[in-house]
């Protein structure tokens, strides 16, 4: 493996250069930092040969950190023990509450850079030029498990950017998936009690196949569409680096002459998309809770950085208005045939957190954040999302000042009256805390003044299609059609990626124990496709029920390949992980030929071998990377194996190594071998094909999946 990256000094403290009191002032007129006030949490001033002295939360250095104060040596413990009571007091209260969605993620630091720069479209200061960059803070999440739930359930992942512009904060809170499940926000806590562990039972944990969700889905027809996302190998994700993230509502664009068009924010990552097999998923989450997590940070600490391009569906509101959904619907994607994504950035995530609690928990994303040129739709779901995610930040870090928290201040100046609260970290000087003020005739500050030529000002025509002086609850005419795009989306996979949707609802719903919401789930599934339906039925073994009857008759829409992981496959061996099993004997040579080829093609190589202390291979020793039960292939994109006959034969004995080959075949990997290891291969049902190859053809094997193994394997009818 390569050396930690250290980021220099510089480089870490990018983000705290704007902690209240971390030198520069940003914030000079209104709130004055108290400079001085402001000591670091690491001290810096009370060295002794280069460690620090151990003290409590006020400076007083501590004499003894093992033994609390007693009255005598075995006598009951003195409640003049500050030490002992802060420190408990203080473990106590650790822990903040989870995220009510989203609970578990992942975040890293990275830069954003300008590609295209388009000001003819928008004013927002990343797009004016080419090579603008900026900060940005990136959270990518499961939402239904709780904050120590596994990362590979099927789910869908969040995909939230905080961009730290030169004109304040911008988060783009999106998903992996395009479209959203419920087309109002007022459906939302609905969607998520339904989804969430069940009330009274406490579970299933980080699962939508249970009762509740499938009631949900069965009884709202709009859920089918991002269900059909979810249920398809977009739902398991290989790696959090290999997604794609979707801003998902239609934003607004406009530009410096107050002209707007409509937008859909897109992420695509460099290394392609790559998702799991469901058995892997599954046992992954044995072999490796944190699959995702740690390949996020592993990849960022040895200098493999992950990266997006930034793109944007951009047209008008007379090409809105011609198709045959509403653009202001969450339910509805626009196909990159019809619109194409325009590249005009790419995000690079270089550094990992130092802190994951300061870091990644606190960070508070809301999509009410938005820079002049970025505004909002009439969609009824962002609509409601503005309200949400300000309210929420409230209860889960428990003061209005969140914005403080280094992790959300802006690195752009902020001066405003506002004041106080629980928390505060600002010493603001002065006595202007209001305006208008006069102060400053009097040579006083008199604190910031609003700047209407270069302020947020609202896209005011509301030309939405909508008449604003009628109070109504209602849903659009146009938001009626629930069917036609999950059609589109299942006709537009391959033959595996569709048996793979089928798989999964069968799955799930045969973890459904009321026989009426599966047949319900069963009679909307007829509207999406025919076939899908009947597949579904045979593996529950249930007669099809009547169709349910749609609000609007779907209609057929022209295949996307945009829509299929596999038909946009990368055949590369960047990011990608080769598991290299060895034993005693090993011929090194070939073990440091296959290490080379991966290393050289931007992957990384993993040796796994019985004991993994230290082993003598031919041509010299090795330590192994992983012992073979803790290693199960799930964990590698492809696995190779050096070994001497001898050592083959034994291993034959090892049901971990026997496992490792067969999984490796079952889920369609390459099996690059020796001729050695022929016998283990036999062992493992390990047939021979266009993936399973000799070690000389590796290198142009690859580490893609072989699809066309499938059908040996499972039944794909
Ligand atoms: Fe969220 N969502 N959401 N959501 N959401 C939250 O905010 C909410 C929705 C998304 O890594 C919460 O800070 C409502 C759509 C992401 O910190 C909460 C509605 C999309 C994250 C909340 C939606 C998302 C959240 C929980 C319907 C994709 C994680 C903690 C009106 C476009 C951000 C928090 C992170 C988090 C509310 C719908 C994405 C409770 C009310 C649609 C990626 O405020």
Same mark, same amino acid.
């Given at each position: 493996m390569a050396d930690r990256k250290t980021p220099s000094p510089a480089h870490r403290n990018s983000l705290h250069d704007h902690a209240p009191g971390a030198g520069k002032t940003p914030t000079t007129d209104t709130l004055g930092t108290g400079g001085e006030l402001h000591q670091s949490v690491q001290g810096g001033h009370d060295h002794a040969d280069g460690v620090a002295h151990l003290t409590d939360n006020f400076g007083h250095r501590i004499a003894d950190n093992e033994n609390s104060l007693k009255a005598g040596a075995r006598g009951p413990t003195l409640l003049e023990d500050f030490i002992l009571r802060e420190k408990i007091f203080h473990f106590d209260h650790e822990r903040i509450p989870e995220r009510i969605v989203h609970a578990r993620g992942s975040g890293a630091h990275g830069v954003f850079e300008c590609t295209k720069p388009i000001p003819h479209l928008t004013q927002a200061s990343l797009f004016q030029k080419m090579g603008n960059t900026c900060p940005v803070f990136v959270r990518l999440s499961t939402v239904v498990g709780g904050a120590g739930s596994v990362d590979t359930p099927r789910d869908v992942r969040g995909f939230a950017v905080k961009f730290y512009t030169e004109t304040g904060n911008w988060d783009l809170v999106g998903n992996n998936i395009p479209v959203f499940f419920i087309q109002d926000?007022?459906?939302?806590?609905? %969607?998520?009690? $339904?989804?969430?562990?069940?009330?009274?039972?406490?579970?299933?944990?980080?699962? $939508?196949?249970?009762?509740?969700?499938?009631?949900?889905?069965? %009884?709202?027809?709009?859920? %089918?569409h991002t269900v059909i996302w979810a249920m398809s190998d977009r739902g398991i994700?290989?790696?959090?680096?290999?997604?794609?993230?979707?801003?998902?509502?239609?934003?607004?664009?406009v530009n410096a002459q107050g002209r707007s068009h409509f937008v859909k924010f897109h992420w695509k990552p460099v290394l392609g998309l790559q998702s799991l097999i469901?058995?892997?998923?599954?046992?992954?989450?044995?072999?490796?809770?944190?699959?995702?997590?740690?390949?996020?940070?592993?990849?960022?600490d040895q200098g493999h950085y992950p990266a997006w391009d930034f793109g944007v569906q951009v047209f008008d509101e007379d090409w809105a208005a011609r198709q045959p959904y509403d653009v202001l619907d969450a339910t509805? %994607?626009?196909?990159?045939?019809?619109?194409?994504?325009?590249?005009?950035?790419?995000?690079?995530?270089?550094?990992?957190?130092?802190?994951?609690?300061?870091?990644?928990?606190?960070?508070?994303?809301?999509?009410?954040?938005?820079?002049?040129?970025?505004?909002?739709t009439n969609d009824p779901l962002l609509q409601g999302r503005l309200f949400s995610y300000l309210d929420t930040q409230k209860s889960r870090l428990g003061t209005t000042n969140f914005h403080q928290i280094p992790v959300n201040a802006p690195k752009c100046p902020f001066h405003n009256f506002q004041r106080d609260g629980m928390m505060q970290t600002l010493v603001p000087t002065g006595r202007a805390n209001y305006e208008p003020n006069s102060l400053a005739e009097a040579g006083e500050s008199g604190g910031p003044r609003a700047c209407p030529t270069t302020g947020f000002t609202t896209f005011a025509p509301n030309t939405e299609r909508n008449d604003p002086s009628e109070k109504l609850r209602v849903r659009p005419e146009s938001f009626a059609d629930h069917y036609s795009q999950p059609r589109l989306f299942y006709r537009s996979q391959t033959r595996n990626e569709r048996a793979h949707i089928a798989s999964a609802f069968v799955f799930e719903l045969s973890k459904v124990q009321l026989e009426h919401v599966r047949k319900r789930v069963l009679s909307q599934l007829r509207n999406v496709d025919e076939t899908l339906a009947q597949r579904v039925a045979a593996g529950l073994a249930m007669d099809l029920p009547e169709k349910a009857k749609p609000a609007k008759e779907p209609v057929d829409l022209p295949v996307s390949d945009k829509l299929s992981i596999q038909k946009q496959a990368l055949d590369t061996m960047a990011g990608r992980k080769l598991g290299i099993l060895v034993a005693e004997g090993s011929d090194l040579t070939q073990v440091n030929r296959l290490r080379d080829i991966v290393l050289h093609a931007g992957g990384t190589p993993f040796l796994v071998a019985p004991r993994v202390g230290g082993i003598t291979l031919k041509g010299g020793d090795i330590k192994a990377d992983g012992q073979l039960a803790g290693s199960p292939s799930v964990l590698f994109d492809a696995v190779a194996s050096v070994l001497t006959p001898d050592m083959a034969e034994k291993l034959t004995h090892d049901s971990a190594a026997v496992e490792w080959f067969m999984t490796a075949y079952a889920h369609c990997k390459t099996i690059a071998h020796c001729k050695g290891t022929q016998i283990l291969l036999d062992k493992a049902g390990v047939e021979k094909d266009a993936g399973v190859v000799p070690l000389d053809a590796f290198a142009a094997t690859g580490m893609i999946r072989h699809w066309e193994r499938e059908p040996k394997l499972r039944d794909l009818a």
């Open positions: 926000a007022i459906k939302f806590p609905d %969607l998520v009690h $339904s989804v969430k562990m069940e009330a009274d039972r406490g579970y299933p944990q980080a699962a $939508s196949a249970h009762d509740t969700f499938w009631d949900f889905v069965g %009884l709202m027809p709009e859920s %089918l994700p290989r790696s959090l680096r290999m997604i794609e993230g979707f801003g998902v509502h239609t934003f607004r664009f469901w058995d892997e998923a599954v046992k992954i989450a044995g072999a490796d809770n944190d699959f995702h997590r740690r390949d996020l940070f592993e990849s960022i509805k %994607l626009i196909p990159e045939e019809e619109i194409p994504v325009e590249i005009i950035g790419r995000m690079t995530l270089n550094r990992n957190v130092d802190n994951f609690f300061a870091e990644t928990e606190q960070v508070a994303f809301m999509p009410s954040n938005v820079i002049p040129g970025i505004d909002f």
